[in-house]
């Protein structure tokens, strides 16, 4: 260890031109330039880094970037090695060599028809091997399979994950418009195939940041427990929806732009979609006004729901149909055990509804509702056969959001009930729209299908300006 002794050592102010100090420093650049310590003590006490500090915290910092391929040169052709990091191909054993001596007088110059023993030999301070070309191809393949965790290999173990990403079968020009928010690709179909795949994993989707478009529904499975994103993430559509030619009534399934998501969760649990924005892109297409569709030949709003939480079944949903489930019926299966939980979200610009459809066990919490055509959370109920039996919506609660809806004066009311429901809970939301907040609306079913009883509806704590 180097010794300082303070009394003798020079400390006058900088610059100093003092014969005293010079000496002292010349023998400082000395042990700066010849010294193999990595750091020198200037005459205040301070710490500095010899050449040799410096070339070795610069190899640290190449060597974290990894490995620079020299392309076109290899032992047999000469080379020159310039960094630390630079690997060189030998072909007599078909290896990589890294160089780790001293690049302090320059370059590492290797000759032609040169091994790396006859250029400076093997080991530490010299030649390296990092590494066949097998194995790096081997690696290359993206599959994984070399690579072994505690859970198995890298492939089986990217299987098991939580979550799929969204972007998994995505190709390079549906990547860039994800980036750039063009939104003249469709990314449904590969969105699609995730969900698929996650169904059979029985795990959840993320969706990383970008703007997707959707030109037709993507269904979430049963067994897709959540749909999830960081905030950064965009849902959209393009262009409204169609009618068949000469209809005024029938949707062109081709051209179906009415739902963005459509939630199957069945008789086998809860989902859940939270952090994502949902654009309904109401300012960039044609929307009839309600009721006008036969006028106008145009889908009205009443059509568009951008997330649709149904499914409440007595059945397993997925892409081979509809499973039932042993015992189970709509008379007795207990809905309480699915539904959909919605928070953390954000809707925008709908043209119709956002959140939209029968429901059971629906929670809609936490997120901020802003524009809609239609009405933002939207619940229509009715029984099958006998009244109170086979109900289809119940258990609702809307809870902390926010709804602003002062963008177009067409908006109908935030939070609407129709046709009768159980257990309906509005509490601590704020509004700030036009029309109404909400409304309850007894309405009417004929036939097999007949008005559900009322029953527990709750409204307390909101704000209204």
């Not at 060597?63 to 620079?68: E, H, L, P, S």
């Not at 001293?102 to 370059?107: E, T």
């Not at 029984?383 to 926010?402: K, M, S």
Request: hydrophobic letters at 35%; proline letters at 4%.
């Amino acid at each position: 260890m180097e010794k300082i002794w303070l009394l003798n050592q020079p400390a006058l102010p900088v610059p100093s031109e003092s014969p005293r100090d010079l000496k002292f420093n010349a023998g400082k650049i000395d042990k700066f330039v010849t010294s193999m310590g990595w750091t020198y003590t200037d005459r205040f006490g301070n710490k500095h880094y010899t050449i040799e500090g410096i070339n070795y915290l610069a190899q640290q910092v190449m060597n974290a970037f990894g490995y620079v391929t020299l392309t076109g040169v290899t032992f047999t052709t000469g080379a020159t090695v310039s960094t630390p990091n630079e690997v060189l191909f030998n072909p007599v054993d078909n290896s990589y060599y890294k160089w780790t001596g001293s690049f302090a007088g320059g370059p590492k110059v290797v000759s032609a028809n040169s091994t790396p023993e006859s250029t400076g030999g093997i080991g530490p301070g010299a030649w390296i091997n990092v590494g066949d070309t097998a194995l790096r191809s081997e690696l290359q393949n993206g599959d994984g399979s070399l690579v072994n965790t505690r859970y198995g290999t890298l492939a089986e173990y990217v299987e098991k994950t939580p979550s799929l990403l969204a972007t998994k079968y995505m190709d390079e020009t549906e990547m860039a418009a994800l980036a750039s928010g063009d939104l003249s690709v469709n990314h449904q179909p590969k969105v699609q195939q995730v969900m698929d795949e996650a169904h059979g994993l029985k795990c959840s989707v993320y969706f990383p940041t970008g703007t997707y478009c959707f030109d037709t529904a993507v269904n979430v499975w049963s067994y897709v427990r959540s749909v999830w994103g960081d905030g950064s993430a965009i849902i959209t559509r393009r262009y409204r929806t169609y009618f068949v030619d000469g209809s005024t009534t029938e949707i062109d399934p081709a051209r179906d732009t009415r739902k963005l998501f459509r939630f199957l969760s069945g008789a086998v649990g809860a989902q859940s979609v939270h952090g994502l924005q949902i654009d309904g892109n109401a300012r960039s297409i044609e929307v009839a006004a309600s009721g006008t569709s036969s006028a106008t030949g145009i889908p009205d709003q009443t059509y568009y729901g951008d997330i649709e939480p149904g499914g409440t079944s007595p059945y397993v949903h997925g892409p081979d149909g509809n499973i039932p489930v042993a015992g189970e019926t709509y008379y007795n299966h207990d809905k309480k055990t699915s539904g959909l939980v919605v928070f953390d979200m954000v809707f925008k610009d709908a043209p119709g509804g956002c959140v939209v459809e029968n429901a059971r066990n629906l929670r809609v919490a936490s997120c901020s509702f802003l524009g809609w055509y239609d009405h933002a959370v939207y619940t229509a109920g009715a029984a099958f056969t006998d009244q109170g039996n086979g109900i289809l919506v119940g258990d609702i609660t809307v809870t902390g959001n926010t709804f602003r809806n002062r963008i177009n004066t067409r908006g109908n009311g935030a939070v609407k009930g129709r046709f009768g429901f159980n257990r309906y809970t509005v509490t601590g939301n704020t509004f700030d729209i036009i029309d109404y907040c909400m409304a309850f609306d007894t309405g009417g079913g004929t036939g097999a299908v007949q008005v559900q009883p009322w029953g527990q509806i709750t409204v307390t704590g909101n704000t209204a300006t």
